[in-house]
Protein backbone atom coordinates (compact mmCIF):
# COMPACT_ATOMS: atom_id res chain seq x y z
CA UNK A 1 0.00 0.00 0.00
CA UNK A 2 1.26 3.37 -0.90
CA UNK A 3 1.83 6.20 1.69
CA UNK A 4 0.50 8.56 -1.04
CA UNK A 5 -2.72 9.47 -2.02
CA UNK A 6 -2.58 12.64 -5.24
CA UNK A 7 -5.91 13.21 -7.00
CA UNK A 8 -6.97 15.61 -9.50
CA UNK A 9 -10.28 15.45 -9.28
CA UNK A 10 -13.91 17.43 -10.12
CA UNK A 11 -16.02 15.45 -7.58
CA UNK A 12 -16.11 16.71 -3.87
CA UNK A 13 -13.99 15.05 -1.26
CA UNK A 14 -14.19 13.15 1.73
CA UNK A 15 -12.04 14.79 4.69
CA UNK A 16 -13.39 12.00 7.26
CA UNK A 17 -12.07 9.63 5.04
CA UNK A 18 -8.88 10.93 3.89
CA UNK A 19 -8.00 11.34 7.98
CA UNK A 20 -8.79 7.84 9.00
CA UNK A 21 -6.25 7.01 5.80
CA UNK A 22 -3.55 9.31 7.13
CA UNK A 23 -4.20 7.21 10.30
CA UNK A 24 -3.65 3.57 8.97
CA UNK A 25 -0.12 3.60 11.45
CA UNK A 26 0.96 2.87 14.97
CA UNK A 27 3.54 5.20 14.26
CA UNK A 28 0.98 8.46 13.77
CA UNK A 29 1.76 11.01 16.64
CA UNK A 30 0.17 13.86 14.13
CA UNK A 31 -2.37 14.31 11.77
CA UNK A 32 -2.62 17.46 9.80
CA UNK A 33 -5.14 18.54 7.50
CA UNK A 34 -5.18 21.89 5.18
CA UNK A 35 -8.72 22.36 3.29
CA UNK A 36 -9.22 25.72 1.03
CA UNK A 37 -12.13 27.23 -0.33
CA UNK A 38 -13.45 29.57 -2.79
CA UNK A 39 -12.87 32.64 -1.49
CA UNK A 40 -16.93 34.66 -1.83
CA UNK A 41 -14.22 38.24 -2.10
CA UNK A 42 -11.40 38.95 -3.82
CA UNK A 43 -9.24 41.81 -4.87
CA UNK A 44 -12.18 44.04 -3.66
CA UNK A 45 -15.39 42.44 -5.66
CA UNK A 46 -17.44 39.59 -4.64
CA UNK A 47 -16.98 36.34 -6.25
CA UNK A 48 -19.41 33.93 -6.97
CA UNK A 49 -17.62 30.78 -8.43
CA UNK A 50 -14.37 29.87 -9.67
CA UNK A 51 -13.14 27.69 -12.83
CA UNK A 52 -10.12 25.12 -12.34
CA UNK A 53 -8.20 24.33 -15.57
CA UNK A 54 -5.20 21.85 -15.52
CA UNK A 55 -3.11 20.03 -17.76
CA UNK A 56 -3.42 16.51 -16.25
CA UNK A 57 0.23 15.14 -17.16
CA UNK A 58 1.71 18.80 -16.42
CA UNK A 59 -0.71 18.56 -13.13
CA UNK A 60 0.42 14.97 -11.95
CA UNK A 61 3.95 15.09 -12.59
CA UNK A 62 3.85 18.38 -10.19
CA UNK A 63 1.97 17.54 -7.50
CA UNK A 64 4.60 14.09 -7.18
CA UNK A 65 7.63 16.19 -7.42
CA UNK A 66 6.56 18.32 -4.90
CA UNK A 67 5.39 15.27 -2.44
CA UNK A 68 8.65 13.68 -2.96
CA UNK A 69 10.39 17.02 -2.00
CA UNK A 70 8.40 17.12 1.09
CA UNK A 71 9.17 13.16 2.21
CA UNK A 72 12.54 13.99 1.53
CA UNK A 73 12.41 16.77 4.16
CA UNK A 74 10.44 15.69 6.83
CA UNK A 75 9.36 12.14 8.41
CA UNK A 76 6.41 12.00 6.92
CA UNK A 77 4.32 8.47 7.34
CA UNK A 78 1.58 9.39 4.91
CA UNK A 79 0.35 12.21 2.42
CA UNK A 80 -2.44 13.24 0.53
CA UNK A 81 -2.79 15.65 -1.96
CA UNK A 82 -6.28 16.29 -3.34
CA UNK A 83 -7.13 19.17 -5.42
CA UNK A 84 -10.37 20.43 -7.68
CA UNK A 85 -10.79 21.27 -10.99
CA UNK A 86 -13.75 22.31 -13.07
CA UNK A 87 -16.64 24.78 -11.98
CA UNK A 88 -16.78 25.30 -8.03
CA UNK A 89 -18.93 27.81 -6.32
CA UNK A 90 -18.00 29.84 -3.42
CA UNK A 91 -17.33 27.96 0.17
CA UNK A 92 -16.70 24.80 -1.89
CA UNK A 93 -13.86 23.42 -0.77
CA UNK A 94 -11.12 23.83 -3.31
CA UNK A 95 -7.79 21.45 -1.98
CA UNK A 96 -6.53 19.46 0.71
CA UNK A 97 -3.45 18.56 2.15
CA UNK A 98 -2.96 15.88 4.53
CA UNK A 99 0.06 15.01 6.12
CA UNK A 100 0.75 12.17 9.27
CA UNK A 101 3.64 11.98 10.97
CA UNK A 102 5.23 10.52 14.61
CA UNK A 103 5.57 13.87 15.41
CA UNK A 104 3.64 17.50 15.14
CA UNK A 105 6.44 19.75 14.12
CA UNK A 106 6.89 17.46 10.84
CA UNK A 107 3.49 17.46 10.50
CA UNK A 108 2.83 20.82 10.87
CA UNK A 109 6.31 21.97 8.18
CA UNK A 110 5.23 19.67 5.91
CA UNK A 111 1.94 20.31 5.24
CA UNK A 112 2.71 24.30 4.83
CA UNK A 113 5.80 23.38 2.64
CA UNK A 114 3.52 21.35 0.26
CA UNK A 115 0.62 24.01 0.55
CA UNK A 116 3.02 26.49 -0.38
CA UNK A 117 4.67 24.72 -3.34
CA UNK A 118 0.81 23.93 -4.67
CA UNK A 119 -0.10 27.82 -4.55
CA UNK A 120 3.32 28.82 -6.40
CA UNK A 121 4.22 25.58 -8.42
CA UNK A 122 1.44 23.67 -9.62
CA UNK A 123 0.15 24.33 -13.05
CA UNK A 124 -3.76 25.32 -12.37
CA UNK A 125 -5.20 27.82 -13.91
CA UNK A 126 -8.22 29.95 -12.22
CA UNK A 127 -11.04 32.29 -13.58
CA UNK A 128 -13.04 33.83 -11.03
CA UNK A 129 -16.42 34.58 -11.67
CA UNK A 130 -17.49 38.36 -10.38
CA UNK A 131 -20.62 40.41 -11.03
CA UNK A 132 -18.22 42.14 -13.57
CA UNK A 133 -17.36 39.17 -15.39
CA UNK A 134 -14.50 36.46 -15.39
CA UNK A 135 -10.84 36.99 -14.89
CA UNK A 136 -8.21 35.30 -14.87
CA UNK A 137 -6.17 34.62 -11.56
CA UNK A 138 -2.84 36.17 -11.47
CA UNK A 139 -0.15 35.01 -9.17
CA UNK A 140 0.49 36.59 -5.58
CA UNK A 141 3.70 38.04 -4.69
CA UNK A 142 2.39 36.86 -0.99
CA UNK A 143 2.72 33.37 -2.71
CA UNK A 144 6.03 34.27 -4.14
CA UNK A 145 7.31 35.37 -0.51
CA UNK A 146 6.11 32.30 1.14
CA UNK A 147 8.55 30.12 -0.88
CA UNK A 148 11.69 31.70 0.32
CA UNK A 149 11.31 30.08 3.70
CA UNK A 150 11.76 26.82 2.18
Keep these: MSDIHISVQEAEFDQNAVYRWLCQSHCVGATVIFVGKVRDFNLGDGVSGLYLEHYPAMTEKALHEIVAEAKQRWAIQRIAVIHRVGLLNTSDEIVLVGVSSAHRGEAYRANEFVMDYLKSKAP???????????????????????????
Excluded: P
Design 124 to 150: FWKKEQTAKGERWVEARDSDKIALEKW
